[in-house]
C-alpha cells in the first residue's frame, strides 16, 4: 500500500518545492531477521565477542562467538520488553537474542538510519504496541523519495547532532571517571587507614579509625512508618522512581498504595535493594515516605552527611552490596551484611574539606548532565519539524 502523505513543517531549502512525502505500513518497508533458535552463550565478555540482546535496550544476557548470531551495526532494531517496546539504531555488531527482539532489513526505497529516526521522532514506545509486532507493522510510514536525497540530508543533520551528544557524553564519563579514580585516592584502601591522596592541612593528622556502616555515630538505618495521607505528591520514593546510576528521584511522582511507607527526611540515604547493580542510591532533599524495598540510612554524629552519601554512591559500596546480595534474577542486598560495611573516618574537619571537594565535582558533572539534556531536548524539538507528526 503507498498513499500520497503528508509534509513536514521544517524542510531544508532544495526541498521545499519537492511535494508531499509517500506514506506505507512499516510491514511493506521491512522484512526481519530471525534469530537463530540456539545461541552457545559465554557468561563473561572476555571469553566471548558479541554481546547478547534480549527484551532489554540495556540488558546483555551473555556473550557469544556464534557469527551466525550477529547482527551488523546500522540495523534498526525493535527490542519487546515485558511493558514497551524500544527502537533503536544498532551502532556496533551484537548478537540478537532467542525472544524479544526484532531485526528490521529495510527495503530499497527507505535508508535505515531514515526508517530509525522516523520511528524515534513519532515514539513507538508510548503507543501501546507492547509485544505484538505484527501491530506495529501496520504503522505508517511517512518519507520522502530515496532518490531525492531528502532522506540522506535529514539523517546527515540528525548525525552530526548524536555526535555532539555523544561526545558531550564521553565528556560526563570522563568527569566520572576522574571523580571515581580521586575517590579511590581520598579515601583509604580496604584493609588500610591512611589514603594515598591528602590535603597539606591533613598530612600529618595520623591514620583514620575504620568503623562499620551500623555502628553507632555511623548511620542509623530508618523503621519509622508514615501513613499514605501524610505523603505530600512527589514525596513517595520506590524501586521505580529511583534512577539508575546514581542519577538522583525521576520528576514524574509515584503515588503511595496502602499501607504505611517508611519515614524519610531530608539528608536521608535511600538506596533500593532490590538489584544492587542499578546503582539507585539517592541523597534525599525532601522528607517523605519510601516504599518497603528501600532502605533508608540516616548519617550519624561521627560521619559528615554529605561525605556518606559520597561513600554509599560508589562502586566500592555497590561490589560489596552485590558479594552478599541473595537471589539470581531479581538478587536482593542483605541488610545485615550492608551494615557491615567498612566506613573509614578521620576528624570532621578533614570530611567536610573531602566532601567539599567531591560536591564540587557533582556540580560539574550536574552541569555537563543539563547540557547533554538540553542538546536532546534540542534534537526532539528538530526532529518533530523535520518528520510529518504521527500518522497511526
Request: proline share 7%.
Amino acid at each position: 500500500m503507498s498513499v500520497d502523505g503528508p509534509t513536514p513543517r521544517l524542510r531544508f531549502p532544495e526541498f521545499r518545492d519537492a511535494g508531499p512525502w509517500e506514506v506505507k505500513r512499516l510491514g511493506d518497508l521491512v522484512t526481519t531477521i530471525t534469530p537463530p533458535k540456539k545461541l552457545q552463550t559465554t557468561e563473561y565478555q572476555p571469553s566471548g565477542q558479541f554481546p547478547i540482546i534480549d527484551q532489554s535496550p540495556n540488558d546483555i544476557c551473555g556473550w557469544t562467538d556464534d557469527e551466525s548470531a550477529l547482527v551488523e551495526a546500522d540495523f534498526p532494531v525493535v527490542i519487546f520488553g515485558d511493558h514497551s517496546c524500544v527502537v533503536k539504531l544498532a551502532e556496533s555488531s551484537f548478537a540478537q537474542g532467542a525472544d524479544g527482539i526484532k531485526i528490521l532489513l529495510p527495503a530499497d526505497d527507505i535508508d535505515g538510519r531514515f526508517l530509525f529516526l522516523s520511528l524515534e521522532a513519532n515514539s513507538v514506545e508510548q503507543q501501546g504496541y507492547n509485544r505484538h509486532f505484527s501491530d506495529l507493522k501496520e504503522k505508517l510510514i511517512p518519507f520522502p523519495l530515496k532518490a531525492s536525497g531528502e532522506q540522506q540530508k535529514i539523517a546527515d543533520c540528525l548525525a552530526s547532532l548524536y555526535d555532539l551528544i555523544r561526545a558531550e557524553g564521553e565528556r560526563l564519563g570522563a568527569l566520572k571517571g576522574h571523580k571515581r579514580g580521586l575517590m579511590q585516592r581520598l579515601f583509604p584502601r580496604p584493609g588500610e587507614t591512611t589514603p594515598r591522596l591528602r590535603f597539606p592541612d591533613f598530612r600529618d593528622a595520623g591514620p583514620w579509625e575504620v568503623k562499620r556502616l551500623g555502628d553507632d555515630g555511623v548511620a542509623n538505618f530508618v523503621r519509622d512508618r508514615i501513613a499514605p495521607e501524610d505523603i505530600p505528591s512527589g514525596h513517595y520514593v520506590s524501586t521505580v522512581n529511583l534512577l539508575s546510576d546514581f542519577n538522583g528521584l525521576a520528576q514524574k511522582p509515584e503515588t503511595p498504595p496502602s499501607g504505611s511507607a517508611i519515614a524519610f527526611r531530608a539528608g536521608d540515604i535511600l538506596m533500593s535493594n532490590i538489584r544492587p547493580y542499578l546503582r539507585k542510591i539517592w541523597v534525599a532533599d525532601r522528607s517523605g515516605g519510601a516504599s518497603n524495598d528501600v532502605i533508608v540510612a540516616r548519617p550519624g554524629k561521627r560521619i559528615v552527611q554529605t561525605l556518606l552519601g559520597h561513600l554509599l554512591m560508589s562502586d566500592r559500596f555497590i561490589s560489596y552490596i552485590m558479594d552478599g546480595a541473595k537471589g539470581v534474577k531479581m538478587p536482593r542486598g542483605d541488610l545485615e551484611q550492608i551494615q557491615g560495611f567498612e566506613v573509614p573516618v578521620c576528624t570532621n574537619h578533614e570530611q567536610q574539606k573531602i566532601a567539599d571537594c567531591l560536591t564540587a565535582l557533582d556540580d560539574l558533572i550536574r552541569a555537563q548532565g543539563e547540557r547533554i539534556e538540553a542538546l536532546r531536548a534540542h534534537k526532539r524539538g528538530l526532529m518533530q519539524q523535520l518528520f510529518p507528526q504521527d500518522m497511526g
